[in-house]
């Protein structure tokens, strides 16, 4: 019973990366039968390197691990199937009907958005950065890539930093932020280079006047909401809020849920908050016309494979290999 359990994991283990090099071949032809218009599929990014050997020298979590070269490739192949960059608030009002949409979103506020909002500009493209507005103002590294690059630089397994992340993903800031002072130390707080500070206050300012750009709210200690009461919701949306319009003098209508995670009570409070829509890490396309017209709950997908030629089918389907898996999955009890 055992043996077979392994050979039903070792199986299970593998299909996500059959069904990628399967997709690579059919998506294709799939996309030539099914419609992508009055859909509109919001990207997200973390961090961009400069090139690759800034990927190599493990100074953030690679959550995306794209470089400038692929963010430019990832631009191009959407653009080259139609899609329509447009901004969050784009959607408050009708779009033209029987288009492709996509929105280009950046979490937690990297110094290094800016090369690609660069190029961005060069093409005319929108996006919106979701700030954590304690970073900014202290300048301080993010706590997950302090894990990251130290537990790396210790030789640690790529799951056991995860599992340790995990792990905090589970609590407040306050226990977090103790948790780093403790393992890693005060000096921990200081980035290592420009790959993984945040963006300063400054350099927010100039990019709020970019009309290309949007600055959404990302809570100011990047909040994990599921684990704070209302109260504290609120405080951490409020709080952000008001550092975001001091730095920008203009009030974000939109709000990324730190890691993605939300219930009836989050979205309760950051409607009250004024938000007129948030984004989730729900790994899909929204459909248009969108549910409601005073408070939009948008899903995103996360661009993470460098090779956009072909994992670009994925989006534009709607997925990613893992979650079309697990949406098989549920379906099909033996896997
Ligand atoms: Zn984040």
């Known amino acids: 019973m055992h043996t077979l359990n392994n050979i039903k994991n070792q199986i299970a283990k593998r299909i996500p990366s059959v069904i990628e090099k399967l997709g690579y071949l059919f998506n294709p032809f799939i996309l030539n039968f099914i419609t992508e218009n009055n859909r509109v ?7 961009i390197y400069s090139s690759d050997k800034e990927r190599m020298l493990n100074h953030v979590d690679p959550q995306n691990n794209v470089t400038i070269n692929e963010f430019k490739d990832f631009v191009d192949y959407f653009l080259e199937h139609n899609y329509i960059f447009i901004k969050p608030e784009d959607l408050l009002s009708d779009l033209p009907k029987d288009k492709i949409y996509g929105i280009i979103s950046f979490d937690d506020g990297y110094f290094n958005n800016l090369l690609a909002i660069d190029l961005l500009n060069k093409y005319k493209i929108p996006a919106v950065v979701f ?6 103002e202290e300048h301080s590294s993010y706590w997950w890539d302090i894990i990251y690059k130290y537990r790396k630089r210790e030789d640690k397994q790529i ?19 103790e948790y780093i002072k403790k393992n890693f130390g005060m000096k921990s707080m200081c980035p290592w280079s420009e790959i993984d500070r945040p963006l300063t206050i400054d350099e927010l300012k100039i990019l709020s006047y970019n009309p290309l750009i949007s600055i959404g709210n990302h809570t100011h200690n990047h909040a994990i909401l599921i684990n704070y009461n209302e109260d504290e ?15 920008t003098r203009k009030v974000p209508v939109s709000h990324a849920f730190p890691n993605g995670l939300f219930n009836d009570l989050v979205l309760k409070v950051a409607k009250e908050v004024g938000f007129r829509m948030v984004f989730t890490t729900v790994q899909k396309k929204n459909i248009l016309p969108l549910k409601s017209s005073n408070f939009l709950c948008l899903d995103r997908l996360m661009v993470r494979d460098p090779n956009i030629k072909n994992y670009g089918s994925f ?10 898996y697990s949406e098989i999955k549920s379906k099909i009890s033996f896997l």
Do not use: A
Request: no cysteine; proline share 2%; glycine share 6%.
């Open 315 to 324: 989006y534009r389907m709607g997925y990613n290999p893992l979650t079309l």
């Open 131 to 136: 700030v954590t507005t304690k970073n900014i």
């Open 233 to 247: 919701i609120r405080e951490e949306l409020h709080q952000s809020n008001k550092i975001i319009i001091n730095i």
């Open 41 to 47: 599929t919001v990207f997200y990014f973390h961090g």
């Open 159 to 177: 799951l056991d930093i995860k599992k340790e992340q995990g792990y905090l993903k589970k609590f407040k800031y306050s226990y977090i932020n």
